[in-house]
Nanobody, 123 residues
């Protein structure tokens, strides 16, 4: 079982950059497919990015492709989400999650979740 804690959220302005972290404990991230999801007020939780447990090239939602980058630092057992050129529509609670599946696209594919970190983008 893996415990996940997100950090790095906050209030930023349109066009700014922000990096979120997801620190894991209880188990190594190696062997898990790790993903970021986000949930805006009044909306369903949506997929943002994922890194397969086989270390393949990360995949991203079209809405963040080219602006967000996710990576894993195995030595720190931490997942990151680098957010660049943020937009007001990026405002949401961001969650990291872990799965034993090879491919994840929906929240139902994930087994372990963090509690989330809030990102607010002002114009």
């Amino acid at each position: 079982q893996v415990q996940l804690i997100e950090s790095g959220g906050g209030l930023v302005q349109t066009g700014d950059s922000l990096t979120l972290s997801c620190a894991a404990s209880g188990s190594s991230l190696i062997g898990y497919t790790m993903a970021w999801f986000r949930q805006a007020p009044g909306k369903e939780r949506e997929f943002v990015a994922a890194v397969s447990r086989f270390g393949k090239t990360p995949n991203y939602a079209d809405s963040v492709k080219g602006r967000f980058t996710t990576s894993i630092e195995n030595a720190k057992n931490t997942l990151y989400l680098q957010m660049r050129t943020v937009k007001t529509e990026d405002t949401a609670v961001y969650y990291c999650a872990a799965s034993l599946l090879d491919i994840v696209l929906t929240a139902r594919d994930m087994t372990y979740w963090g509690k989330g970190t809030l990102v607010t983008v002002s114009s």
